[in-house]
């Protein structure tokens, strides 16, 4: 199954409040012919349109091929929060890795989040930044690791911008009974991931940036010359970076081993007023829960709820989008039970098996990063930043990121997606105990 097409129409965006909200930009047209380059980049989504920028910055002709429209897949689609750290926390890093590694993981983390900022900063995108998310915890058994691991944040780490937040405090700030407490971080934040990622095409055009798309790649060559080919072209390059992440589909198998695509559906309802709007969230900050299928939501400036949840475990979007995302939110927020949905839409992300995303050398000159398991707003930005620096010559931070690689799903392709299935049903089954 092609996930570029199964779920979408070729060449729209789906019908998220994100693309109600932002202007598109005019179509760039399909490859034609034969074009040649330095770098070859597959996918504009944030890793490739990042990655893209960056060297184009630095001199280098730089080709971008996107088989549907820049920011289509999971860049345009998803929540919209930056968050802190990696996917994994701190204390499960250094369990594994040892404290130095940790801790430089750490530093990769806070560099991505800068990423972002300077990416909007530099380029001029007006992507409705808010500083804040707030980490909510489900059940009181599990509160007390929260709070020990925002004291070893602020500790040992010198990240003074999260704080705990007791029973009170999380009612305070969210109006529901659901969470028992949970974390505030002021350095994390949110933005419209649709308005973050046109604004990257935009400055990466604005910098010289070949891109076409509407050009799927449907295989490439090794060699001095990676060569990559479309439906009616072809790409040859000194370089090639696959930035395709949870729609890569069998570009490359060595990826699709350790990286898999599953889907996640969001919701937005009517404007609900001001009054309404700010007793679910008391002030401008997102929201993720401690649920495996994590709950994640904010409201919007026109004062709607905007609501990430639901689990598939097909790769088809469920027929009815609003049905599969309203039962968490309505279990959340009892009192949005009667809430018009305006809009609803899913997208594709790409998880891997330790959540941490895999950066591979796949040649000495071909290059991927992808499998940000739900974490790549900041991430993805930062990867394209770290391939950009690994082609002219350093290689340091990917070698880093590349120290985390996941294992490969079991299985095979035949069955890595049923056995998902089964360990997903497993964690969201114990979610609900």
């Known amino acids: ?83 802190s750290g990696q996917r994994l926390p701190q204390d499960a890093l250094e369990k594994q890795l040892g404290e130095n590694k940790a801790r430089a993981l750490w530093g990769l983390a ?55 937040l007791d029973g009170p405090a999380i009612r305070a700030h969210i109006g529901t009974e659901s969470y028992c407490g949970g974390m505030l971080d002021m350095g994390a934040g949110h933005l419209n991931p649709q308005k973050y990622v046109l604004g990257l095409a935009r400055a990466a055009q604005k910098g010289g940036v070949e891109i076409y798309e509407r050009s799927k790649a449907l295989g490439f060559s090794e060699g001095k010359r990676p060569r990559v080919r479309t439906e009616n072209g072809t790409v040859s390059a000194d370089f090639l970076v696959l930035a395709g992440n949870g729609y890569m589909g069998g570009l490359s198998k060595r990826v699709a081993r350790r990286v898999m695509p599953i889907n996640n559906f969001i919701i937005a309802t009517a404007p609900l007023g001001e009054a309404m709007a700010k007793s679910l969230i008391r002030d401008d900050v997102a929201v993720a829960d401690s649920k495996f299928v994590v709950n994640y939501f904010k409201r919007s400036s026109d004062h709607r709820m905007i609501f990430g949840g639901g689990e598939s475990y097909g790769y088809r979007f469920p027929a009815d989008i609003t049905i599969k995302a309203q ?107």
């Open 1 to 83: 199954m092609d996930l570029l097409y199964a779920n979408d129409k070729p060449g729209q965006y789906p019908p998220s409040y994100w693309a109600f909200v932002t202007p598109p930009l005019a179509p760039f047209p399909a490859l034609k012919g034969e074009a040649k380059a330095d770098i070859c980049v597959i996918g504009a989504g944030y890793t490739g349109l990042s990655c893209a920028l960056h060297l184009a910055g630095a001199g280098y002709k730089v080709v971008l091929l996107e088989a549907q429209r820049v920011g289509f897949g999971a860049s345009g689609r998803n929540g919209g929060q930056v968050g």
């Open 110 to 164: 806070e560099a991505s989040k800068a990423c972002v900022k300077s990416l909007i900063k530099k380029h001029g995108i007006e992507c409705d930044w808010r500083d804040g998310i707030i980490h909510a915890e489900l059940k009181p058994k599990h509160l007390h690791h929260s709070f020990e691991y925002a004291e070893m944040l602020q500790i040992r780490y010198g990240y003074d911008a999260i704080s705990p």
């Open 327 to 433: 039962k968490p939110m309505r279990s959340i927020f009892p009192q949005l039970a009667g809430a018009k949905i305006d809009f609803a839409w899913g997208g594709t992300l790409a998880i891997t098996m330790n959540r941490m995303p895999y950066f591979a050398r796949l040649a000495p000159n071909i290059l991927s990063a992808s499998g940000y398991s739900g974490h790549g707003v900041a991430l993805a930005s930062l990867a394209g930043e770290i391939i950009a620096e690994t082609i002219q010559g350093t290689a340091e931070r990917f070698e880093l990121m590349g120290a985390t690689t996941p294992r490969r799903f079991p299985g095979g392709p035949a069955l890595r997606s049923p056995l998902l299935a089964l360990a997903m049903g497993y964690y969201a089954l114990r979610d609900r105990v």
